[in-house]
Structures are given as structure tokens and as C-alpha cells.
């Protein structure tokens, strides 16, 4: 029997685009490798590593962390999951990333959550919080009983910066300003699969079919064999 090539696959979507949700269930269902480049950068700084230290200081001037940084980062960690299958997560932001990534390893397709950026702003914006308990309220799926003000103990709730209407439109501004030239990049080279809707639930299927033709579902085999 042959063995099946590994994959090696990007995922891609705006802050707020689902992009977590849907990586956790790729994970899931077929039990890939999942590397994200916030998720190395916050254990870098944690650590202290020389890469940490370097990044921490760009990022407390509010400044983008440099793609040679970046690339060197993230490929150091992909040559140890050589004889897995993986998913970037958050890797490659700008088109010289890709380029360097592509020196490295192919890609085989790259997933695009293409989610409307009105949607996203509603979505973000929604999200108010009980500073002291940590509670969350969306004014879409869990409004409290009184607008502005804590189911349990009565006190305001307040906005985080990230989810206040103008840092997310910077946010999204950044992104599109980034990433566009990253899809077009991938779409030339005929790797780029986009996923357009509103709702995560309703996207989801559509990845899950085009991912079963590259890969088993192992959720199902996990299931049926319990460890």
C-alpha cells in the first residue's frame, strides 16, 4: 500500500474570522500537527529565549516583529515536525514569509476563511466583560439582562481595547494591507482554497469535505477504538 504524502497546509482568516474554532477541529478530526505563531511567540517571551526577548521588544514598541525573525522562528519548529502533517496557523503574514517557507518545504493548500469584515466588526465589537469576575457577554448570543450592566453583581461591564469599534477596524485595515499580497501570492500558484460565509458552522462542513479528500478522519477511529 502506498503511503499517503503528508500535508502541509496553511490556514489564513482575519482577527475574529473563526480561524481557532476551525483549527481545533482540523486538529480533532484529523489529527494534525497545529503550530501557531502567537502561540510560539507567547512561549518565547515566557521563556526568555534570545528569539523572545528580540520580539518582545518589538512588540512593546508597537511595532511588527521583522520577517527574518519570524521565518526563523517558525521554520526551526517545522523541521521538527518533518513526519507529521501540519498546520500553520498565523505563518506566512507577508509574501517574503511565503517565499522562505517555500524555499523550505511545499505546501499543498492553503485554507482561506474569507469572512466579511462587517460581519467581523459585529462580532468583536459585541463582546463586553465583567472586569473583576472575567464573565463575557455578547450582545448578539448572551446579552445581560440590563445592557451595560453584570447579571450577578450589578456592576458596569466595560469594552476591551481590542474589541472597541476603531481598534478593530485598525486591525482588519492591517490585515487586508498584509495579507492580500499572501492569497494572491498562493492563489497564483493555484494552492488557495477560500471558505466564504458568515457563521463558522455553516464554513465548517465545506472545509471538513475538502480536507477528507487529502486525509482520514481519525476522530471516528479514536472513537471506535478508546484508549
Not at 20 to 46: C, Y
Not at 107 to 126: G, M, Q
Amino acid at each position: 500500500m502506498a503511503v499517503p504524502p503528508l500535508l502541509r497546509a496553511v490556514i489564513m482568516g482575519p482577527p475574529g474570522s473563526g480561524k481557532g474554532t476551525v483549527s481545533a477541529r482540523i486538529i480533532k478530526h484529523f489529527g494534525v500537527k497545529h503550530l501557531s505563531s502567537g502561540d510560539l511567540l507567547r512561549e518565547n517571551m515566557q521563556k526568555k529565549t534570545e528569539v523572545g526577548i528580540l520580539a518582545k521588544s518589538y512588540i512593546d514598541q508597537g511595532q511588527l516583529i521583522p520577517d527574518d525573525i519570524m521565518t526563523q522562528l517558525m521554520l526551526s519548529e517545522i523541521k521538527g515536525l518533518d513526519r507529521y502533517n501540519w498546520l500553520l496557523d498565523g505563518f506566512p503574514r507577508t509574501v517574503a514569509q511565503a517565499e522562505a517557507l517555500d524555499k523550505e518545504c511545499d505546501i499543498d493548500t492553503v485554507i482561506d476563511l474569507d469572512v466579511p469584515f462587517e460581519t467581523i466588526k459585529c462580532r468583536l465589537t459585541a463582546r463586553w466583560i465583567h472586569p473583576a469576575s472575567g464573565r463575557v457577554y455578547n450582545l448578539e448570543f448572551n446579552p445581560p439582562k440590563v445592557q451595560g450592566i453584570d447579571d450577578i453583581t450589578g456592576e458596569p461591564l466595560v469594552q476591551r481595547d481590542d474589541d472597541k469599534p476603531e481598534t478593530v477596524s485598525k486591525r482588519l485595515q492591517a490585515y487586508d494591507a498584509q495579507t492580500k499580497p499572501v492569497l494572491e501570492y498562493y492563489r497564483k500558484k493555484g494552492l488557495l482554497k477560500s471558505f466564504s460565509g458568515t457563521e463558522t458552522n455553516k464554513i465548517w462542513p465545506h472545509i471538513y469535505a475538502f480536507l477528507q479528500t487529502k486525509l482520514p478522519d481519525v476522530s471516528q477511529k479514536d472513537a471506535a477504538n478508546p484508549r
